[in-house]
């Protein structure tokens, strides 16, 4: 690559690796007719709905697909019986007629007019207004809150009862993707950290965002709700029965919107209070990691760890950005530069306070809301000893609190 | 009036004009521009076109094989633009500006410098548009706009200069539109044959009357609502960002206060021809010409206020959900008047079934499966579930590639004989119009059922349980590509030679366009004829 004219290494950069790609589509050519003709893994509708909304709409939905089905076939019908008796070469005379004569005419005119009327706001109009009520009734009888904050590209997600939180990412490995591996069961659909609900509870779910809209989608439960920044959204849903429920981000929020899975793991209620505990305990653990001083061989180990999870979609994983967007970290002058100010504070646009305050207008966000101290000041030190960077200072998740 | 017509043939011959290239940058023929405008379409569709098989390709089969997620993201957003702004409202354009003087028996368009400032904005802003793939490859910027066609904000303000680029063409293509409109409302109004009352005038005519006001009604809006992005993303306000107390959703307001009249505004002109072609090849008169001229206008107005269903899950109060959905159900009332005149046309007719007919028939079955789906994803709660999945791609290009481009070609093969004096070839013209229903049909309603088992649009890979699906509509949308080539041979074909056309072209044409020479003479109507 290196030997490149620098412009063939542009249009390198836009076309992955072009040779084994067109081996790999041409292998899949003969891959794929295969398979489709042995397993068939066909879906033709809905997944099986699991919550009350959800079961709702599929009943909803498929009354709609009978009433158009219909629809199609009777006008489509009286068309192709006219194509095939009216044609020119079985000898049929052309009529003169140009609209309705005669009350019969009329009458036969206005009568499809009459029934779509009665299917639009009848027929589909009043379950539909029964079923937007339902949907909307995000507070009535709530049993808990669950908030979810869409993040480029991952969700966070907050319990406010348990002061539980967390951040979901997806846990496909590179390898996969790139089809180097082979893909697992739940290819894309995978995440480190499941959200769990306790089954038969009105759950309330609040939804925003840190940067760009996202969208919260779970096809089994039959709810989809735009995640806005500055603003928050509500939906709900009632798990029925237990079970793991996959869907995805289904707003264009930017490179990675493809991956960004939403994994609901429901439980019942016993499991789900003793799934509380164990969760308030690794908090608690995580948050006494944070006062203690911590070696550099523990901070890198752990820094390498964060760094592939939140920063590598972007920076990659080699430290060399995808630029012009996603700018290299190494031997970048931010973070190769001072660490605080000779009086311990933040730098303005230096390293830490870039990764914890972002860059407003980029993809770069504010990890002080999804990180914890550790992680940040893992990171940081990772960065700044790593891809050829060779600072060999550290910082003290205790200092990254203090910065707060 | 044949007199009439015989005498201007003889002074039509005698055109003054440049030659060379002078002709075409410096003409104001509506004749010259409008093969300028279906020649920039045809080109630009396939361009549009191939950033598509690029798509599908990738989404052959799961995995990242060709392309990164971010190149991706620019084909899909570009592939819209262009073929909604460079491809089908060109297209329609030509249509107006070939048909609407003939048909009215004016001279020439009422604006005809404006006419030709209006064609040649197109191409400037073509390559405003699709330059930011070329810049990257010389290491400037990242690539074109990547924010899908819908430059939804904030991910527009995060965007590249791409955005910059899309910006400033939806600028320069939104000016040539309404000139264009203006253009055509003062023909329309002010150039009609003596005697061609408003209810009188054809229906292509009042379907680009129709989309005229529309466009006029609805650009500036969306002109507006990018320029507040550009000072966004540029000039420190806060129009779309909720830290400086502007709102996101206030984006989509205003894009798709121009976003849904566009769907009527590409589809208003081919509604307006399929009547012309039904009436000709079943030898039969229009039927209810008054109620499709009230149903174009019922259309245009209901398709103004009708916008948020765009974005249901966006969180709207209830009283707008109900208002929204109940709205957008009634637009069905109108497209109903449409389908019945259009069967009723056939009705006792006595058919026959050349290329433009079966192209008509084939976009009379399958708009109708855009209509009924439009239908269903009208319903709030099932929405919920449609929205933002393949569901709803496979809804609009049924609606805009088999309503649509197929519309346009419906009308290329009707009045390519008038235009060019020949004859195409109508064995290819069925085969073309087979390889494309066929292979239309494998590519996009696998895309219905990927929708409702829940595949999200927009995404570069995808979960296992969507890859058969995605495998047959990448083979459908090549056969259909690559079928395309065989209606530009074919008009290339007619261009060029062929069998000599008569000025009647067809058995059961009716209206003023038909008593012209084909091709008509490069000034026609310079006496205007007189309607009874």
Known sequence: ?404 | MNTATHTLDHHGDHAHHPTGILRWLTTTNHKDIGTMYMTFSLLMFFVGGAMILGVRAELFQPGLQLMKPEFFNQLIGVHALVMIFAALMPAATGFANWMIPLMIGAPDMALPRLNNWGFWLLPPAALLLTMPFVLALFGIGDGAVATGWTLYAPLSIQGGIGVDFAIFSIHILGISSIMGSINIIATLLNMRAPGMTLMKMPLFCWGWLVTAVLLIITLPVLAGGVTMLLTDRHFGTHFFNAAGGGDPILFQHLFWFFGHPEVYILLLPVWGLMPHVLSTFTRKPIYGHHAQVWSFIAIGVLGLIVWAHHFLTAGLPVPALLYFMYSTMSISLPLAVLFFCWIATMWRGAMSFETPMLFAIGFIVLFGIAGLTGLVLADVAADAQYHHSYFVVAHFHYALFAGGIMGVMTGVYYWLPKWTGHMYSEKLGKLHFWLTVISFNLTFMPQFFLGLAGMPRRIPDYALQFAEFNAISTVGAFVLGLSQLLFAYNVWKCVKGGEKASDKVWEGTDGLEWKLSSPPPYHSWETQPVIK
């Open chain 1, 1 to 404: 690559m290196t030997t490149l004219h620098p412009r063939l290494h542009h249009l390198a950069r836009l076309f992955r690796d072009p040779l084994p790609a067109s081996l790999r589509l041409a292998s899949g050519l003969a891959l794929g007719l295969a398979s489709s003709a042995a397993l068939a893994d066909y879906t033709w509708n809905f997944p099986k709905p699991v919550t009350p909304i959800g079961r709702d709409t599929l009943s909803m939905h498929n009354q709609f697909m009978v009433i158009i089905t219909v629809l199609f076939v009777v006008v489509f019908a009286i068309m192709i019986y006219s194509m095939v008796k009216h044609r020119k070469s079985t000898g049929a005379q052309p009529a003169k007629f140009s609209g309705p004569t005669g009350a019969f005419q009329w009458f036969w005119a206005l009568v499809p007019f009459a029934i779509l009327l009665f299917i639009d706001f009848v027929l589909m109009g009043i379950p539909a207004f029964h079923a937007v009520i339902d949907m909307e009734d995000t507070r009535t009888k709530a049993d808990m809150v669950l908030k979810v904050t869409g993040l480029q590209w991952k969700w966070k997600y907050e319990y406010p009862d348990s002061g539980i939180q967390f951040v979901s990412t997806l846990t496909t490995p590179r390898e996969q993707i790139e089809g180097t591996e082979a893909k697992g069961e739940h290819y894309l659909l995978e995440v480190d950290n499941e959200v769990v609900l306790p089954v038969g509870k009105k759950v309330r779910i609040l939804l925003t965002s840190t940067d760009v809209i996202h969208t919260w989608w779970v096809p089994q439960f039959g709810v989809k709700r735009d995640a806005i920044p500055g603003f928050l959204r509500e939906t709900w849903v009632r798990i029925e029965e237990p079970g793991v429920y996959r869907g995805q981000c289904a707003e264009l929020c930017g490179k990675d919107h493809g991956f960004m899975p939403v994994v609901v793991r429901a439980v019942p209620e016993a499991e789900y209070a003793a799934w509380v505990d164990k969760k308030k305990t690794e908090m608690a653990a995580a948050a006494a990691g944070g006062d203690k001083t911590w070696t550099m061989a523990e901070l890198m180990a752990k820094g390498k760890d964060g760094y592939d999870k939140n920063c590598a979609a972007c920076h990659q994983p080699n430290g060399q950005g995808l630029p012009p967007a996603f700018p290299a970290l190494a031997g970048s002058k931010i973070v190769t530069g001072a660490l605080l100010s000779p009086e311990g504070k933040l730098i303005p646009d230096g390293h830490v306070d870039r990764v914890m305050n972002g860059k407003t207008g980029t993809a770069m966000q504010a990890f002080k809301a999804t990180l914890s101290d550790v992680d940040i000041a893992a990171i940081v030190t990772y960065e700044r000893n790593s891809f050829g960077n060779t600072k060999g200072d550290m910082i003290q998740p205790a200092q990254i609190k203090a910065l707060r």
